[in-house]
């Protein structure tokens, strides 16, 4: 069965700067990788997902993210933070056979002005 | 959006009485989840389902049943509900293929008392 870690759980960066959210998973066969972000109190919304190609995926809001099979790792990258970025994000992994979909904790950013 | 519908969206129940909560889907997705969110766990997948009458356990489904009659209704009943089910509840669905994201309801938030 696959899994999803965040390793932090909160990160706060200040307006304009660069971030970075971490994301390992562990799956034995080919992942199909996704990024979601959460409002408070809010639904949840896909940034961009990964199933092939291009190891570097473009998403809605500015973000990218970055497949690293050798690390096991899909984090997610913004060169400059906007305060509306302020939100909860997860990553996800879901299985060859379509079926089983896994998140992981979710880190939570703040965003200084 | 797609077309995900929770309800209710709020509810307060007592300790030992039965809970069913319904999502419904316009979209005519396959695949059909139930996930819990709690702070520092992310979302946990409860149940999903796969088709009509076709379901399968998830990795918290103690406590917790559901049902698919028709395409569109995926029901997560709480037997009897604890306080530990206190939670926010998040149905999502998604179209049949591992490459495909899933679309998620806007959640409904569960108090047992």
């Known amino acids: 069965a696959q899994s999803v870690t965040q390793p932090d759980i909160h990160i706060t960066v200040s307006e304009g700067a660069s971030l970075e959210l971490r994301c390992n998973y562990s799956?034995?066969?080919?992942?199909?990788l996704f990024w979601y972000v959460q409002s408070p109190g809010q639904g949840l919304q896909l940034l961009l997902k990964?199933?092939?190609?291009?190891?570097l995926v473009q998403g809605i809001k500015g973000f990218e993210a970055e497949f690293k099979r050798s690390q096991s790792s899909f984090n997610l990258r913004k060169p400059s933070v906007h305060w509306s970025d302020a939100a909860e994000y997860f990553c996800?992994?879901?299985?060859?056979?379509?079926?089983?979909?896994?998140f992981g904790p979710g880190t939570r950013l703040s965003v200084l002005p | 959006d797609a077309g995900i519908t929770q309800s209710p969206r709020h509810k307060v129940t007592e300790t030992g009485t039965p809970v069913t909560l319904r999502c419904h889907q316009t979209?005519?997705?396959?695949?059909m989840y139930w996930y819990r969110q709690d702070p520092g766990h992310g979302l946990r997948l409860i149940h999903y389902?796969?088709?009509?009458?076709?379901?399968d356990k998830g990795e918290v489904s103690d406590g917790y049943s559901v049902s698919r009659s028709k395409t569109e209704d995926f029901l997560l009943t709480l037997e009897s509900a604890t306080s530990s089910q206190t939670s926010v509840y998040f149905c999502?669905?998604?179209?049949?293929?591992?490459?495909?994201?899933?679309?998620f309801g806007q959640g409904t938030r569960l108090t047992v008392v």
């Open positions: 979209e005519n997705h396959r695949y």
């Open positions: 999502a669905i998604r179209e049949l293929g591992s490459t495909t994201e899933a679309f």
């Open positions: 990964y199933f092939s190609g291009d190891t």
């Open positions: 389902s796969y088709g009509v009458k076709d379901t």
């Open positions: 799956y034995g066969a080919t992942p199909y």
């Open positions: 996800a992994v879901a299985d060859n056979y379509g079926q089983n979909f896994v």
